[in-house]
């Protein structure tokens, strides 16, 4: 499980284009909306992407992705869930 | 009209008002330049090559030109190129050929005006905004544009050619105050050449 | 007015007038290979789609007008487009429109394209006005063209934009964009022309909400500056505007900050109508059809109903038209907005 914590901080870096920051920067637990990365509404299109090319899952309701994306942790929760 | 102040980047180097800057115009140039300005401004890394170059143009510009001096709806943005957004488009039609699924933000920077967009939101500038798509940098072009665009109201123009494709990239920014001076045409061409 | 409900202006009223829609379900047109409901004209080609539906918006407008009008010096030519000739293309998008236009209509002038996201339609038209007032040209004719692509379909895919269902711009049930192709054309002129009808241009302008890309503003700042601003150039008071051709795309966000505009502007009780339940969202065509059909709507005194509105779904009040309306409307607003913040406004008296 942090294994895939750490693996999906580095895919978040690389589909979200956050460059100036390092896998050390995201916490697992800190909220990636809101006030975290200052993430908008179409890297939360991205998470989608994320999810489908790197692990398969398949969302088709945008707005499931509000629980999903809170956290790394809750991310890494759901694709143990859905794999 | 009178040019306050001109911004040329290319593979020969970067220039303001004429002046090369102690710069390499390597593969990573934009990156770099970014880091060498000191700018805290994480969007950046988001944007696609066309408004990156566009955005760095605007800060390299700042050091002498100051759009402070117009409201917020007063400066229009004039911009133009050849390949409208092209390297975006590929890589848009990579992400869904090849890569498994089409990529939102992609799809959003396959429009070449999202670049005054950026420069919009980073500066908070309401005024107008255009985007041409001409076969090669027309200085009469832009001359006609800015006139079109004091007649309506205009204090001042931003104009760019910004172009990015077949591993080519330029970035060519000026900008232009209402005033009775004439510009030079052969001027203005004379610094996009640079 | 090459559309799927019409290949004239005449046959794109009469079909408006009696409700029809270009917009169907288009079988695996998505990328997963979904049904999308598109408004798309059936007996267009495949193959180089875009160039087919140039050539024939070219040819209805050399029988309007003659050859002779586009070889005149004092002609200019603005074309509108957004993605142009992305599918047959993609090295350089704009590249056969140059190349068709040059063809068929055989200008002197070197054609204008501006590409400026959903709003270069009515930019086209403040454009052409631009022109006209620096004295060079008598007459402007300004096309707007987009075509559908995969490329297109598969980009608002990804921004979970599309609805499952025809769009309903402004109806509380809403879910989305259905996209269109059309191509079209208006002919801006300093003088009226007696034999056919016109009407006339009284300001327009742009304006940048400065806030969101993508993202419209909550606020509807820069089409509130827009129109506020068009208002000015046009001497008029908005109060006085007798109907109003909203952007209306069908989407939450966007049919929301309309209406927060107009609100703020005072314009609650204006007639209003989307063209998108006929046309679809035509992008770069769009901001040309959509004044071409509100000519229409002027000349026959028929303001047409907003197709798939039924329920106020937005959370400021305004008048969208359920019914075909007659009306002597003499004032008119024009308005659009689009990705990079950008949007546009245009005043027309008859």
Not at chain 2, 142 to 166: E, P, T
Not at chain 3, 4 to 11: A, C, L, R, S
Not at chain 3, 298 to 308: A, D, F, N, V, Y
Request: proline letters at 3%; one cysteine or more.
């Amino acid at each position: 499980m942090s294994d895939l914590k750490e693996t999906l901080k580095e895919q978040i870096i690389e589909q979200l284009n956050l460059e100036d920051l390092t896998p050390a920067d995201i916490q697992n637990e800190a909220p990636l909306f809101g006030e975290g990365l200052g993430l908008d509404s179409i890297d939360a299109l991205e998470f989608i992407v994320l999810l489908e090319q790197n692990y398969n899952i398949k969302i088709s309701d945008p707005s499931e992705g509000k629980e999903i994306f809170q956290s790394v942790d809750s991310l890494a929760a759901y694709i143990e869930k859905h794999q | 009209m009178r040019i306050l102040g001109t911004c040329k980047i290319a593979e020969s180097g970067v220039f303001v008002n004429g002046l090369a800057r102690q710069f390499e115009v390597n593969e990573d140039w934009k990156k770099d330049l970014y880091a060498s300005l000191n700018i805290e401004y994480p969007k950046f890394y988001k944007m696609d090559a066309l408004a990156k170059m566009a955005f760095l143009g605007v800060e390299l510009l700042e050091s002498s030109c100051n759009f402070d001096d117009y409201s917020e709806n007063e400066i229009a943005l004039i911009f133009a190129n050849r390949y409208s957004s092209y390297d975006t488009d590929q890589r848009f039609i990579e992400s869904y050929t090849e890569k498994g699924s089409p990529g939102p933000s992609l799809f959003v920077y396959t429009l070449p005006n999202i670049l005054t967009g950026e420069l919009a939101i980073r500066k908070k500038w309401y005024g107008e905004n255009i985007f041409f798509i001409n076969e090669k940098f027309d200085a009469q072009f832009f001359i006609d544009q800015i006139n079109f665009y004091f007649r309506k109201g205009s204090k001042a123009c931003l104009c760019g050619w910004v172009d990015s494709a077949n591993n080519q990239e330029e970035c060519f920014l000026f900008l232009v105050e209402n005033s009775i001076d004439e510009i030079s045409i052969e001027e203005l061409i004379k610094s996009y050449k640079q | 007015m090459v559309t799927p409900i019409g290949d004239t202006p005449q046959e794109n009223f009469e079909a408006m007038k009696s409700g029809k829609s270009g917009v169907s379900k288009i079988a695996g047109s998505g990328f997963n290979d979904e049904d999308w409901p598109l408004s798309k004209i059936k007996h267009l080609e495949e193959e180089n789609r875009y160039q087919a539906l140039l050539k024939r918006t070219c040819s209805q407008l050399l029988k309007a007008y003659g050859q002779e009008l586009f070889q005149s010096e004092k002609t200019l030519i603005i074309i509108s487009s957004t993605k142009a000739d992305i599918d047959s293309f993609p090295e350089d998008t704009f590249s056969s429109t140059r190349s068709i236009i040059n063809e068929l209509l055989t200008p002197v002038n070197t054609p204008v394209i501006i590409s400026n996201a959903c709003i270069s339609g009515v930019l086209a038209i403040n454009t052409a006005v631009d022109y006209l007032n620096d004295e060079k040209y008598t007459n402007v004719i300004a096309i707007g063209i987009d075509a559908l692509s995969d490329f297109i379909v598969y980009g608002f895919q990804s921004l979970f934009a599309l609805s499952d269902a025809p769009s309903r711009p402004f109806d509380k049930n809403r879910k989305g964009i259905s996209i269109g192709e059309a191509g079209g054309a208006i002919m801006v002129s300093k003088e009226r022309p007696s034999e056919m009808f016109s009407v006339e241009y009284l300001g327009g302008s742009s304006s940048n909400d400065a806030n969101h890309i993508s993202g419209p503003s909550r606020t509807g700042e820069g089409l509130f500056r827009s129109i506020n601003l068009s208002a000015e150039r046009a001497g008029i008071n908005l109060k006085e505007l007798d109907f109003i051709s909203a952007h209306g795309t069908g989407t939450l966000y966007n049919d929301e900050m309309e209406s927060i505009a107009f609100d703020r502007l005072g314009l609650n009780k204006i007639p209003l109508n989307s063209l998108k339940g006929y046309f679809g969202h035509t992008l770069g065509a769009a901001g040309i059809i959509e004044l071409l059909a509100t000519m229409l709507m002027m000349e026959h005194k028929l303001l047409l109903k907003s197709p798939g509105f039924e329920e106020q779904g937005t959370s400021c009040n305004i008048n969208v038209l359920k019914e075909n309306t007659e009306s002597e409307a003499q004032l008119v607003l024009k308005t659009a907005s689009g990705f990079g913040g950008g949007n546009a406004s245009i005043i027309l008296r008859k």
